[in-house]
């Protein structure tokens, strides 16, 4: 196969990346790889089984067309101050001007007019006070919530829009090679679920593979000595309060973005992803490996607000490899909890004992993860990332009263896979010629937005 233009993986980096070559009315072809399925296929069966059934050959919430974005609650940052590193590579206001411009993509296909995070002042004024006396920072930034059945919707129209205007889709075909020639990527070898090969020729290839890519792309970085360089790994927990902890948070920001260096050890702890009236949610990777996420939907709401509270983590020579380090806490934790995500009351943390069933039933704040198991965290969680995670919660209590109490939920695993970082320049040229990095697999972002932003910027250049 022969194209001008092969894109690997069907998250909003590549998605974007066609539909800005699409919208410049790109006389090139295009082909997009994704090795799983359409997003109108995709179904997690565990809404009906009430338990992971590890789908296979791929988890369709983490694979299939949107990536991962399909199947979280569908929030777009309009601020870009969060999701990356991006506009330290391209400029604060050339992000800005692009999230801006992205965000109305997203309302062409249907995304809610209404932003979160906007008004109500006085409120934010209260609300930053208590974060500075608490010693932490608060990130405004204005949210578009999608919320995931919007959100899968939204990505089928997309879907079909680039499939009507020629872009060609091969679904269930994985990537396991690049082809490179005198230094110059010429295209790549693709292998379908019966592991038969292809390759495709092409002068552009884009890859743009998500979190869930980014080990794959780290080993190709590092087989064919692709300039990048090992970055920040982020360990940690989904936390979840009932709804009246975060009432008025909730209200008027809709998303707390909270930051904060606690003591001993002064590491970078944020908050990420929160969702009101959410749902707790498990991830499959490849080697089984479970790790718990969130979503919330914009109809149906549960009586829990759930957000992640992250560990950053920067590792120095000799070591190089942080994505496998954040693996092998995930597979620990696993191991402990028989293949699924432990949850443990943070009262009982505290008091250095196992949470038991029982108790989780006798409990205000009821888990929405159904098959999570009760039990002990702490025994699989690093001592530095637990230390940095109690510290953190005890300072988000003065912000927001109730936070640690006693039932307080953790979970764990909470990893997220976007460490190794591609040296890139402004128009995402690698140091091979003819390849390019986009999304979180490439380092330099995080979530939907700033994703689609990186695919907006790279249709403008291959067009």
Not at 94 to 121: N, R, W
Not at 126 to 133: D, G, P, V
Not at 146 to 160: L, N, P, R, S
Not at 232 to 250: C, F, K, L, P, S
């Amino acid at each position: 196969m022969k194209k001008d233009v092969v894109i690997i993986g069907a998250g909003p980096a590549g998605i974007f990346t066609a539909l800005e070559m699409v919208k410049h009315n790109t006389k090139k072809s295009i082909v997009l790889v994704e090795k799983g399925q359409p997003v109108e296929k995709r179904r997690c069966p565990k809404s009906q089984t009430q338990h992971c059934v590890n789908c296979k050959p791929y988890c369709h919430i983490t694979t299939g067309f949107s990536g991962a974005g399909a199947f979280s609650d569908g929030k777009l940052s309009l601020c870009y101050e969060v999701g990356g590193d991006l506009p330290s590579l391209i400029g604060e206001e050339k992000a800005q001007e692009t999230i801006d411009y992205t965000d109305k993509i997203y309302l062409e296909f249907g995304a809610d007019t209404h932003v979160e995070g906007l008004g109500d002042s006085e409120e934010v004024k209260k609300i930053r006070l208590r974060a500075i006396q608490a010693g932490l920072k608060l990130v405004d930034c204005p949210i578009r919530h999608m919320g995931t059945e919007k959100a899968q919707q939204i990505y089928y129209d997309i879907e079909q829009y680039l499939l009507n205007h020629g872009v060609e889709m091969l679904f269930g075909y994985e990537c396991r090679d690049i082809i490179l020639n005198d230094g110059i990527c010429k295209g790549v070898i693709v292998h379908d679920t019966h592991g038969n090969s292809t390759t495709i020729e092409a002068e552009h290839t884009v890859v743009a593979t998500g979190r869930r890519g980014a080990e794959w792309l780290e080993k190709i970085c590092a087989e064919y000595e692709i300039a990048h360089q090992p970055g920040t790994v982020d360990i940690g927990v989904r936390v979840e309060v009932r709804n009246e902890i975060m009432e008025t948070v909730n209200k008027v920001l809709y998303e707390s973005k909270l930051i904060g260096y606690p003591k001993p050890f002064k590491n970078k702890v944020r908050t990420f992803c929160q969702n009101p009236g959410g749902f707790v949610s498990q991830e499959n990777y490849d080697n089984n490996l479970a790790v718990v996420n969130g979503h919330s939907y914009k109809e149906l709401k549960s009586n829990n607000t759930n957000l992640a509270i992250l560990c950053s983590h920067n590792f120095s020579h000799p070591f190089n490899q942080p994505i496998a380090y954040a693996q092998k806490v995930g597979e620990l934790t696993n191991m402990l909890g028989a293949g699924h995500i432990l949850v443990q009351r943070f009262g009982d943390i505290l008091d250095g004992k196992r949470t038991w069933q029982k108790e989780l039933s006798q409990s205000n704040v009821r888990p929405t993860l159904p098959d999570a198991v009760a039990g002990d965290i702490t025994a699989a969680m690093p001592y530095r990332a637990m230390i940095n995670i109690i510290e953190f919660i005890k300072s988000m209590d003065q912000v927001v009263e109730g936070f640690a109490s006693n039932e307080t939920l953790l979970y764990s695993p909470e990893l997220k896979f976007y460490s190794n970082r591609v040296k890139m320049d402004a128009d995402f040229n690698t140091s091979v010629r003819g390849l390019h990095c986009l999304g979180d697999s490439s380092g330099w972002t995080r979530g939907l937005m700033m994703a689609s932003v990186m695919g907006v910027l790279m249709g403008r250049k291959l067009y």
